[in-house]
């Protein structure tokens, strides 16, 4: 069936490294989405991926989508502790219908 | 934009009991979605709507969960009866075709506890 898996489950790293969180579909999808959720908080939406090869950056976050729409990474350059949080990837394999989503990387950030 | 709305925001039951949940999403979205979470099984879609009509219901668990959405502004999730496997945070999600971003916008969750 349909199912987007995410690693790493959780990653843990100093204030001012990098981190990366992947998600890979066995099928190919039709675009992909991420969100983030604070702890106690809901997931907040933050970008959509629909071309294949597509790279988005918002700041510090950059968002890859594979040649093959089948894969994604979110890279976070620099982490502050405002990083905090589980990141999700959700995929969509038709327009207009249900998103699936990965089962999150939680990121924790010593300061 | 008040956002998606959930209430209550904690529930805490007797099992056997019946709860229900309530959603309202942002005006003029068409898509209205619930999703529940647990540590063990992350984020489940259990069911979504478009334009009130039940879509994909195939992620309830089982015939005491149902689900409503009489009208654009309002849904409801019914567990009855409810069992201790159920707690969990439920999620409502709305989103807009062709909306900016195409992302969807969570409510705040209820988190349902049954004892």
């Known amino acids: 069936g349909q199912q987007v898996m995410q690693i790493p489950q959780y990653q843990h790293v100093q204030e001012g490294e990098d981190f990366t969180t992947y998600c890979n579909s066995s099928t190919t999808l039709s675009n992909i989405q991420w969100y983030k959720q604070r702890p106690g908080g809901h997931p907040v939406f933050l970008i959509q991926?629909?071309?294949?090869?597509e790279v988005k950056k918002q700041k510090r976050l950059t968002f890859q989508f594979g040649e093959a729409k089948k894969n994604s990474s979110l890279h976070i350059t620099a982490t502050q502790t405002t990083d905090v949080g589980t990141y999700f990837c959700a995929g969509n394999y038709n327009q207009g219908g249900k998103l699936i989503f990965g089962q999150g990387t939680e990121l924790s950030v010593k300061p | 934009d008040a956002g998606v709305i959930q209430s209550p925001r904690h529930e805490v039951t007797e099992m056997g009991q019946e709860v229900t949940l309530r959603c309202k999403p942002i005006?003029?979205?068409?898509?209205l979605f619930w999703y529940r979470q647990t540590m063990m099984r992350g984020l489940e879609l259990l069911i979504y709507f478009n334009n009130n009509v039940p879509i994909d219901d195939s992620g309830m668990p089982e015939d005491r969960f149902s689900a409503k959405m009489p009208n654009a502004s309002f849904s409801t999730l019914k567990i009855q009866p409810s069992e201790p496997r159920d707690s969990a945070v439920y999620f409502c999600?709305?989103?807009?075709?062709?909306?900016?971003?195409?992302?969807?916008?969570f409510g705040s969750g209820t988190r349902l506890t049954v004892v």
């Open positions: 991926l629909v071309k294949s090869g």
């Open positions: 999600a709305s989103r807009r075709t062709g909306g900016a971003g195409y992302g969807y916008t």
């Open positions: 005006s003029g979205h068409d898509y």
